[in-house]
């Protein structure tokens, strides 16, 4: 059962951050996202885990408003254009981009770990990493930098936390 959330009156400038358990809605797409567990949180934003209203599971990431009104809009608005604009099998996808009183929120394809998540594992299991599987990351991670390098675009925050990765299924 779908339980929306009736905000209270804001002004331009107010916020209402969301809680696990609270449900977005979309202006967009008109889909309706219930936010989950907490993943991250860096200078900019903070990143949870969510479902629509079908449960399928996404990433929904929130821009934090601690900076002047226009210049977060300008970097969400960057940011919502070069990811739709990115469409390629070593890249997130986006797959909704709105509103919702007053903060900007992207929702994106969950990935399955951080690069620093898969090498501490492997660490547990075995010392090093097989040259075929290094090979394997360097050559998908390359694919998908040459990608949006042809688009003009830097990444300028690629660290092990940043890289992705999802095991392949079938």
């Not at 969301?18 to 977005?24: A, F, K, Q, R, S």
């Not at 885990?49 to 996404?58: I, V």
């Not at 070593?90 to 998540?117: H, K």
Request: proline letters at 4%; hydrophobic letters at 35%; glycine letters at 4%.
């Amino acid at each position: 059962q779908l339980a929306l959330v009736i905000p209270r009156i804001i002004s331009e400038n107010d916020v209402i951050w969301p809680n696990t358990g609270d449900v977005i809605s979309s202006n967009q797409s008109r889909m309706h996202y219930t936010i989950a567990d907490r993943l991250a949180e860096g200078s900019y934003a903070v990143v949870h885990l969510c479902e629509d209203y079908f449960r399928q599971p996404f990433v929904m990431k929130i821009q934090k408003p601690h900076r002047c009104k226009t210049l977060v809009e300008t970097d969400w608005n960057k940011e919502r254009d070069f990811l739709q604009t990115v469409n390629h099998p070593n890249t997130i996808r986006l797959y909704d981009a709105f509103v919702y009183n007053n903060l900007y929120y992207y929702v994106m394809e969950r990935a399955d770990g951080t690069l620093r998540s898969l090498l501490d594992d492997q660490a547990k299991r075995s010392p090093g990493l097989a040259f075929d599987t290094f090979v394997n990351f360097a050559r998908q991670l390359l694919s998908g930098l040459c990608h949006i390098h042809k688009k003009k675009i830097i990444h300028r925050d690629l660290q092990v936390d940043n890289i992705l990765f999802k095991y392949e299924r079938g």
